[in-house]
């Protein structure tokens, strides 16, 4: 059957560190990958977006590695601040008749600590 | 811009009574989707509208749940007559186009007693 799972429910860190989060499936061959960020009462915010054909995605802190092989994506955060503590999320797409049905993991619960 | 924008924010109603979510997409997004968050569980897909059209409501769970998107605007989502294991976090997204970044709104906590 199809699984997404995602590292762990939690994951606490300094801050300054880097936090790194996965994302692993099974049966599944996405054409790309989201991250999410959510905060408590708050939708999902769409934060970076790799294709299958990618292998690295940064931006400003963050940065997104995608394994099709592996059927892994690594979400990193560098010199991570309080404020980074949230929710993350990753979720899957396909292409063809299944374009926009993202499924998405659990989540991973970050916190930062001062 | 205005993001997707949901109505109400929370709602608590008993067992047997019906519920409608109102969800209002970004202006020119022709796809909207919604989704919804049981407790304890991942949020999952219930479909997706291009324009006025259902393109995708493989996800919805059973015939209590009904969505309209007329004029291809701002979508309902009602729940009629809603049972115990409806209650959850329902989420609207939209996007411009049918493959890429969907944009959601706030959710709707639906608690049924």
């Known amino acids: 059957s199809q699984k997404i799972e995602q590292n762990s429910e939690a994951l606490n860190i300094q801050e300054g560190k880097t936090a790194t989060l996965t994302c692993n499936y099974t049966?599944?061959?996405?054409?790309?990958l989201q991250w999410y960020r959510q905060d408590p009462g708050r939708g999902p915010v769409f934060l970076l977006l790799?294709?299958?054909?990618?292998k690295e995605k940064r931006k400003e802190r963050l940065k997104v590695t995608f394994d099709t092989t592996l059927k892994q994506s690594l979400f990193h955060i560098t010199a991570s601040q309080p404020a980074d503590s949230a929710t993350y999320l990753c979720?899957?797409?396909?292409?063809?008749?299944?374009?926009?049905?993202?499924?998405f993991g659990d989540g991973t619960t970050l916190t930062v600590k001062p | 811009e205005a993001g997707v924008t949901q109505f109400p924010s929370h709602s608590v109603i008993e067992k047997g009574q019906t519920v409608t979510l109102r969800c209002d997409p970004i202006?020119?997004?022709?796809?909207l989707y919604w989704y919804r968050r049981v407790m304890g569980k991942e949020i999952k897909f219930l479909l997706h509208?291009?324009?006025?059209?259902?393109?995708?409501e493989s996800g919805m769970p059973n015939n209590r749940f009904l969505a309209e998107r007329t004029g291809g605007t701002y979508s309902t989502l009602k729940v009629q007559p809603a049972e115990l294991e409806d209650s959850g976090v329902y989420f609207c997204?939209?996007?411009?186009?049918?493959?890429?970044?969907?944009?959601f709104g706030p959710g709707t906590r639906l608690l049924v007693l």
């Open positions: 997204a939209s996007s411009q186009d049918g493959w890429e970044t969907q944009y």
């Open positions: 049966n599944y061959s996405p054409a790309y």
């Open positions: 790799i294709r299958e054909n990618e």
């Open positions: 979720a899957l797409d396909m292409s063809g008749a299944n374009a926009g049905k993202s499924t």
């Open positions: 202006s020119g997004h022709d796809n």
């Open positions: 509208f291009v324009k006025e059209s259902k393109q995708d």
